[in-house]
């Protein structure tokens, strides 16, 4: 007996059924014939074909029933009676999966409460379709999705706000109970209301993200391949093998791991290679790609001239450079050039209660990525960098008053305030800090009326 190839083993599929003389030879069958006596004789297929049918259908349904309910009604009523104060606010509780819908009018009241696929075409035509035009804002919280939703649905002409995940979560845990129609519920009514209490989050563009996941890679790639190396070395460690630090490369890495790993077979009998060498290939494979990625990643601050001002200045890289770009992207966002430290997270907490004022340390909000760049692009500064400017000898005599490691932390936050600046004003750095209002004066005449 023959099995169907869409049927489990374990069952058997029905014998095939003789075709009647009437009908023509398999032969000669066309193709619709062929599939139709095919689908005959599996009827396991068929109750498939079925079910997805029907719920393919089912969907339909849901989608293009009419809201039947009484608050949605008497709203449409009212929309209809006078169409300049027919306003809805929208929130959107983002599932991986599934989104919450919620919509209220102008009293805070709900319209209408439904659960949908988290797909910006299905919530824009629901929109579209049950409320016209009469959307005034749609509220949503920061997330994995929300770059793509918010895009797709600004492009359907619809007005999106982000709201500050950390924040939406403080504000909704009021709540007793935590679902996402409450959710969907409170992120409406913070948009009707509470805008103005919440931060509002800046979505970049598509190559603002394309630059952020290179430079997460190598990040990732560079931190793998130091562990690696790590654990090697930890290994070879317990044989009285000792691995020295400092090198450059993978292959020079790897020479000194098979050299000690070659006199730990000679003096203890113990060969390593066959368990160390896959490792040593995983590590130089980390570090060719880390360096096809930094390739990458020069050629594009080579192109872009605010790049190329960023690397003017003594330790800042090609790295730190593209990453301070990708993180602000639209320096016209600030009011002003101290925000930007605050953006970073390199500016300190304060506490202040009654009599009582604490001052803590850095808030470290924001991209940590890009503080970890602007603060080792400050260690560099401090410490290998061999040309004179004002904001060294700054920090030099901070870090004797209050130790590196804090002076490092407050030299990365006068980096971002001055490549910032540079940014903004269109000009260069300057190594001493009496040419920086002659040099700003000279580029600001240079600029058209």
């Known amino acids: 007996m023959s099995q169907s190839p869409l049927t489990p083993l374990s069952r058997r599929a029905p ?4 075709m009647p003389a009437s009908e023509p ?8 014939a062929r ?7 599996c009827p396991a297929f068929d109750a498939r074909v079925s079910f997805v049918d029907q719920m393919l259908a089912r969907k339909e349904s849901v989608m293009s029933k009419k809201i039947v309910v009484p608050s949605y009604l008497a709203a449409m009523d009212r929309a209809e009676a006078d169409p300049s104060a027919a306003r809805f606010w929208v929130g959107l509780d983002v599932g991986y999966k599934n989104t919450a819908v919620c919509v209220l009018d102008c009293d805070g009241a709900i319209v209408h409460q439904v659960s949908m696929k988290s797909s910006a075409t299905e919530i824009g035509r629901y929109l579209r379709k049950n409320f016209k035009s009469h959307v005034t804002l749609i ?10 939703l918010t895009t797709k649905l600004r492009a359907q002409g619809f007005q999106v706000v982000v709201l500050d995940a950390r924040q939406v979560h403080r504000v909704l845990s009021v709540k007793r109970n935590k679902t ?3 959710d969907a519920r409170g992120i409406a009514e913070i948009t009707r209301t509470g805008r103005e209490y919440l931060t509002e989050v800046y979505v970049k563009s598509n190559l603002c993200f394309e630059i952020r996941a290179y430079l997460t890679m190598r990040d ?5 391949r130091r562990e690696t190396e790590a654990m090697i070395r930890g290994l070879v460690r317990v ?19 098979i050299d000690q790993m070659c006199l730990i077979a000679d003096t203890e009998g113990v060969d390593l290679r066959p368990r160390v060498l896959p490792l040593l290939d995983l590590c130089e494979g980390f570090y060719v790609e880390a360096n096809r990625i930094e390739r990458e990643l020069e050629l594009l601050a080579a192109s872009n001239p605010v790049c190329r001002r960023f690397m003017e200045i003594p330790g800042v890289g090609t790295i730190t450079a593209v990453s301070f770009y990708s993180a602000i992207e639209d320096p016209t966002r600030f009011r002003h050039v101290d925000d930007v430290a605050a953006y970073l997270g390199l500016t300190p907490r304060v506490y202040q209660s009654g ?4 001052h803590g340390g850095i808030s470290k909000m924001g991209n940590q990525l890009t503080r970890t760049h602007l603060v080792g692009a400050a260690t560099v500064m401090l410490s290998n960098t061999r040309s004179f400017s004002t904001l060294k000898d700054w920090g030099l005599k901070l870090s004797k008053r209050i130790g590196f490691n804090k002076a490092k932390v407050a030299l990365a936050r006068k980096l971002a305030i001055i490549m910032f600046s540079l940014w903004r004003d269109g000009t260069h750095f300057m190594a001493k800090a009496a040419d920086v209002p002659a040099h700003r004066a000279l580029m600001q005449s240079r600029l058209p009326a």
Request: proline fraction near 2%; charged fraction near 25%.
């Open 220 to 224: 990732r790639l560079v931190k793998q």
């Open 355 to 358: 009599e009582s004022l604490t």
């Open 35 to 41: 599939l139709h006596l095919w689908l005959s004789c």
């Open 25 to 32: 030879d398999g032969r000669n069958a066309t193709i619709g």
């Open 139 to 148: 509220g949503i919280e920061s997330g994995g999705l929300t770059p793509h």
């Open 180 to 182: 996402d129609t409450n």
């Open 15 to 18: 014998s095939r059924r003789r």
């Open 239 to 257: 044989y009285g093998g000792r691995i020295e630090g400092g090198t450059e490369t993978a292959a020079s890495y790897r020479s000194r791991a």
